[in-house]
C-alpha cells in the first residue's frame, strides 16, 4: 500500500502507560500494580464517559481524577505531593525502546500522534523524549472536545495534515482506537503489544493479569485491523 | 422532597448482575469469577464506546459480545450453547431481594425503569421478574439510539412520562450513571451497595474485588449524588 500519512496513538503505542509502575511502586509498595492498573483503567473510562455525557475536560484533568480514584479505591490518601510526582510521570512516560528507530525509519511520508492527550501533555511528552523531531504533527483531541474513538476525533487527521482519510495508515495497540479508526475509515495496523493474557493457568487474576485481560484483545466489535504487527518497527514494512 | 416520579436504573440497582455467577461457574469452573466480572466490565465498556462511536446496536447484541470477548479472554471457548445458555440468564436475572417490597411502598407517585437494556431485554426480565405490574413504565435506551450516561438517554424519561427533570427521583448504583444523571439535572439517590473495596488488606486484587475497586465507589466527576443510601426500600425514606 502506498499511505501519505501514517498517524499513531501516543499513550501506549508509542509511550508506554505501564513505565509509571516503578514510581507507583515506590510511592505505594505493595499496591502500586493495582493503582497502576486502576489508573489506567479509569482513565479510559472517564474519557469514554466525558465524550459520551458531552461534558468535556481535558486529559491532564482526566489523568488527575482517575489518579485519585485510584488511589482511595486502595486506601491511599491522594496527598497534594503524592499526585504531583505521580502527575508529572505523565509527562515523562519511556516512549517504547524501538519507537524512535521506527519513526525515524519513516521518511517516506508524514508522521503525525493523534491522541487523547492535551496540547500540553502531548507538546511536553514528545520533547522530554526526544521524538518532537521525528514528527510533522501532534494532534490532539482538544481541537474536538471530546475523546476517541468519536468519529470527530479521527477527523481532525485530515483537518491538520490536509490529508484524506483513504490515504493514512493509522497505528494502535489499543483495541477500542482500533475499532474507532475503522469505523471512521482508516487503514488501521494493530500493534499486538500486551498478548494474550496469562490467565488460563491462573483462575485468580491479579490486577496486571486482569489488565491485560481487559486490554490486551482485540475487541468484539465485528471490526478487524487491516494488519497486525507485535513491534513499531514492523510498520515500516507496511509501506 | 416531593417528587412525581422515581426512575431505576435495572442493571446492577434493582436487578444483580452478581446473579450469573452461579452459572458461570457451573459452565466454566474456576473461570467463573474472572468470566462474570470481564463480562460486565466489557458490556459497559461496549455500551460507552458505541455510544461514543456513533454505531449503536442494541444492548442484547453488546450482551453478546463482551460475552464473546470475556470466555475468550480466559481461554474459554464461546461455543453456541454455551453462550445460549449464559445469555438466556441475562433475561432471568435475580432481582435484588428488597425490589418489590420497595416498589410495593412507592404508591404516591409514578415508578420506572430508565435502562440500557433492549427493550426486548428489560420487557422480559420485568416479567420473569414479577415486577412489571408494579411500574408505570419500562423505558429503553433503545428509543434514543444511545447509551447511558448520554443526556438523550434521560431526555427519554420526560418525553416517556410527561414529567419535567426537575419532578424527577433517579436511583442507581452505578457510579457513571448517576454522574450522567446528575449532570442531566435530575435529583439523584445513590444506592451505595458495593461497599468499600476490600483491597485495602490484600494488594493482589482477584477479579471481584478488583470489579468492586472499580465499580463500588463514586466516580470523580465532581459531582455528588443528592441521597446516598444503603438498600432500595431506604429510597421511600426520601420522599
Not at 505493595?30 to 486529559?59: H, N, P
Not at 519513526?103 to 507538546?123: D, E
Not at 483495541?175 to 469505523?183: E, I, N, Q, R, Y
Request: hydrophobic share 40%; with cysteine; glycine share 6%.
Amino acid at each position: 500500500m502506498s499511505f501519505r500519512a501514517i498517524v499513531f496513538d501516543a499513550y501506549g503505542t508509542l509511550y508506554d502507560v505501564q513505565s509509571v509502575l516503578a514510581l507507583t511502586t515506590e510511592l505505594c509498595g505493595d499496591k502500586g500494580e493495582a493503582v497502576t492498573q486502576i489508573w489506567r483503567l479509569k482513565q479510559l473510562e472517564y474519557s469514554w464517559l466525558r465524550g459520551l455525557m458531552g461534558d468535556y475536560e481535558d486529559f491532564w484533568s482526566i489523568t488527575r481524577s482517575s489518579l485519585n480514584f485510584a488511589l482511595k479505591s486502595v486506601g491511599v490518601e491522594p496527598t497534594r505531593s503524592l499526585c504531583e510526582r505521580l502527575m508529572n510521570k505523565y509527562l515523562d512516560l519511556d516512549p517504547y525502546p524501538e519507537a524512535h528507530a521506527a519513526l525515524s525509519s519513516l521518511t517516506q511520508c508524514k508522521r503525525a500522534i493523534l491522541s487523547n492527550g492535551s496540547t500540553h501533555m502531548l507538546s511536553t511528552l514528545v520533547h522530554a523524549s526526544g521524538i518532537a523531531a521525528l514528527l510533522d504533527a501532534v494532534i490532539s483531541v482538544d481541537l474536538a472536545r471530546t475523546y476517541k474513538p468519536n468519529p470527530a476525533c479521527y477527523a481532525l487527521v485530515e483537518q491538520t495534515l490536509d490529508i484524506p482519510k483513504a490515504d493514512v495508515l493509522f497505528v494502535s495497540s489499543n483495541g477500542f482506537d482500533v475499532a474507532g479508526a475503522k469505523h471512521f475509515g482508516f487503514k488501521v495496523a494493530w500493534i499486538q503489544r500486551a498478548g494474550p493474557s496469562t490467565s488460563q493457568s491462573d483462575p485468580r487474576l491479579g490486577p496486571s493479569q486482569l489488565f491485560r485481560a481487559l486490554r490486551g484483545r482485540a475487541e468484539e466489535f465485528g471490526q478487524q485491523p487491516d494488519y497486525r504487527v507485535g513491534t513499531l518497527t514492523d510498520v515500516a514494512s507496511l509501506l
